[in-house]
């Protein structure tokens, strides 16, 4: 039990008087040294980097003179309303909080800003599988070569008997050929 009302006996001592418990019982008198401070009186302790940052956490940047710091806080006080992220800058803050949006409300709002186009291919130039936009012609016949060894080495084992039976791709590769000769002629044509 802490209480700050201390006496003093015939030597000068201080002492916290005999104190009577909820039983009806009691408490001795209790002497206390020279110096003593009750726990509930004690301070917290505080680390020096936590009281330095204390000191130095005044929202200003460090180095202004203690005018220019004076007149800040005397302006802060003032103006208690308002934020002010900048020195000398003011920026008024609601006092009203917007209401935070669950996630299906802010998914729902998304969904209804989105509008569905049907796309339109008259103006569209078909695509052919062959054309290739902005690339060298020199390295388009060197890949159009290469299929076409691919290809010939393909009927060549046809014809040897290797393979009996071509699968569905290797028909369909077969069938390209007439186009890669042709693209590869056009190209030829074109680079010289």
């Known amino acids: 039990m802490a209480t700050t009302a201390y006496e003093h006996d015939a030597d000068g001592c201080k002492f916290i008087p005999a104190t009577q418990r909820p039983d009806g019982t009691w408490r ?3 002497r206390i040294r020279e110096g003593y401070v009750p726990q509930e009186e ?6 020096k980097g936590k009281q330095f940052k204390a000191r130095q956490n005044t929202g200003l940047p460090v180095g202004l003179t203690p005018e220019i710091v004076a007149e800040a806080q005397k302006s802060r ?7 002010q992220p900048i020195p000398g800058m003011l920026v008024n803050v609601d006092k009203k909080k917007k209401k935070k949006k669950t996630g299906i409300e802010e998914v729902a709002d998304k969904i209804a800003k989105c509008e569905i186009i049907e796309p ?21 016949i060197k890949n159009l070569r290469k299929k076409l060894r691919d290809i010939e080495i393909l009927e060549e084992k046809i014809k040897s ?3 009996k039976n071509p699968d569905k791709d290797q028909k369909e590769k077969m069938a390209k050929k007439k186009d890669i ?3 590869i002629e056009q190209l030829e044509l074109s680079s010289v």
């Open 77 to 83: 006080r003032n103006n208690a309303g308002a934020v």
């Open 28 to 30: 001795k008198p209790r």
């Open 42 to 47: 004690v301070p917290l302790y505080e680390s």
């Open 120 to 140: 339109s291919f008259e103006n569209t130039p078909p695509m052919t599988p062959n054309a290739t936009i902005n690339t060298d012609p020199t390295k388009r």
């Open 161 to 163: 008997g290797t393979l």
């Open 181 to 183: 000769v042709k693209e």
